[in-house]
């Protein structure tokens, strides 16, 4: 998953991007202004969008607006230091999806961050299951039958990724886009050996869901019932 | 306090007039009826005792006496008269009269009073007639008669004379009494009409409240000339208030937000640190952090204070100091900033000038504005403070040659909280007070500061305060 966090304040876009980064293993953009915020976010490379009420150039308001007019689903979690009810009815009305007054308790905000994410794949609950694999998206594990599989952190978020979009073919351009921040080297071969690994250790499991590769188009997730 | 209405006031201001008027009225009938009824009195009066001297009678005794016969005379029976000859001698009088009436009548015989007065017998007021007759008698035994001179004296009494008077007049009396009640119901009616506007007036400017603001006088409020004065003063204030409420108001948020923030950076920096076991460097690292942050709040806490203390409190009348040597002072001290930017700073001032400003001020001043330039211009800038004397005022410019200001961004520098590049001034430390926190020192010293700047050229402040004697 990758979020964009649009704040001036960068200390806070900092410490919100780490803890992102570090529990729940997004990855996190940052922009300091609106209009920066407002382009980026135009790439629709991002699951979520976490923007502050308050900035220079475009506003958080403005930046929701533009989103919405072009018909852009991204989910969006405002950050406000202003909490009258005019504001925040005013926000809810023109499209974003929550918001929180600073100061907030971090934990909270990834917990938000996450539900948001999961509300706007269309999973209501933080457990995703497919085949015998069920993976929980709060504590971050992959089990088979119940039993626990290691994974590396670049290969849980490609599972996870894939499992929120079963049957789907997805491609490793998009895989690209949304597990990678701008700070790192984009090269699908990387996604592939990550792919091939997932596999390797799916199987070892004794999972019979497996990840297809269809040639020229990408990934697709893929459980024994679909096969038939 | 006593309430006073000035409608009860203006009714009972015409009641009142209308009331002398219809007292003056009546006097004056009674008056006029009263002289009238007194000259048919008179005239009555002349009659009567003219009748009474045709009553005079031939005695038919040897000196040709004569006498009142009472068989001749009919007059009202509380009527007095005395008839009497030269010599004093009564031929006739009243014969119902009582002694003391005849008395008081014989009195005034001789008396040198006009010929009709007022006289007072008892309880009793008399209008009096006395004339000298003369009765001619035997005029067919002497040729030409006898002449006999006669004074008579006729009295009758008056007080019918006001009792018909007053019954003349009631009728105007009770009209007038009657016009004023019927005047009376009507002016409240109509004054109560009439001030409805003013009622309306004062409900619409009592709905005004803190979070209510919308004041529209009534139509018919500002037809009235009298009102729409009041109604239009009242807009004004009120749109005023608003104003300042609202920036107030404004102003208030963005302490909120700004204090806000610096805590959410706080507060996100130790959960961060909290949230998972970290190494010995890394917890060093998040302590020098967190030791920023903290750093960062103060100064906006110094900030907002000094800002809040230099608009609220009274100015200190002899502080005073020299505008120079803190110039030198702050240019010394922000030399060391000005080379790790790469910028050429110049100081130019010569002195001493000393300005009601104390001394702590004046260095803030210099200093907030000499790092605004820094703060604005690229490496290899040029930064430059001057202070000379101008018609009798210290002036201080600050010029850099950086980005400048945004023309739209130019008339709201000194605001509170205002930054033109919110980004750009979080970057480096400013919170938006620093021109505001200038501003409240230049003018509680009562000099003046203004800004030019052409964007992409550059920024010149100019800052003029009074010089004073140095205590």
Known sequence: ?228 | MRQSSLSRQLIAGILLAELACAALFAGVAVLHEMHGRRRAFDVMLRGRADSLLGAVQDVEDPDDNVFVDPAELTVPHLDLYEVVNPNGRVIGRSPQASPEQLAALAASVSSPTPEYFNLRIGQEHYRVLRFQGLRIIDRDETPGGLHRPVIVLYAAPTHDLWHEALEAVRFYVLAGILLLAATGIALVWFLRRRLSPLEELARIAGRVSARFWDFVPPAEVLRTTELAPIALSIEKLLSGLHQAFERERQLTGDAAHELKTSIAVLKSSLQLLSMNPRTAEQYQAGLENLLLDTERMEDLAVRMLALARLEEAPVERDASSDLQSALHRVGERLAAIAERRQLALRIDADGPHTVAVPADEAETLCSNLIMNALQHSSPAGHVSASLELQNGAAMMRVSDDGEGIPEAALPHVFERFYRADRSRSRASGGAGLGLSICKAIVERAGGTIRIQSTHGAGTEVIVTLPVVAAN
């Open chain 1, 1 to 228: 998953m990758r979020v964009l966090i649009v704040e001036d304040e960068t200390r806070l876009a900092n410490n919100i991007a780490e803890a992102l980064r570090e529990r729940c293993g997004f990855a996190v953009d940052c922009a300091e202004n609106g209009s920066d915020g407002a382009a980026m976010a135009e790439f629709q490379h991002y699951d979520l969008l976490l923007l502050d009420l308050m900035l220079p150039g475009l506003d958080g308001l403005g930046i929701v607006r533009q989103l919405r007019h072009r018909s852009d689903l991204t989910p969006i979690l405002i950050l406000t230091a202003r909490d009258e009810r005019a504001t925040v009815v005013e926000l809810l009305n023109a499209g974003a999806d929550d918001y929180l007054t600073k100061p907030f308790d971090l934990g909270e905000l990834l917990a938000r961050t996450k539900a948001l994410i999961r509300r706007g794949k269309g999973a209501p609950h933080p457990v995703l299951t497919v085949g015998r694999i069920s993976l929980n998206t709060v504590e971050q594990t992959v089990r088979c039958s119940g039993q626990l599989i290691d994974l590396s952190p670049t290969e849980y978020r490609l599972l996870e990724y894939l499992i929120f979009r079963p049957r789907a073919i997805v491609s490793a351009r998009e895989l690209l886009e949304h597990l990678y921040d701008y700070n790192w080297e984009h090269h699908s071969n990387v996604i592939e050996a990550h792919i091939s690994n997932l596999r390797k250790k799916l199987r070892a499991a004794g999972e019979e869901t497996s990840i297809a590769t269809i040639r020229g188009r990408g990934y697709r997730l893929e459980s024994p019932e679909q096969q038939l």
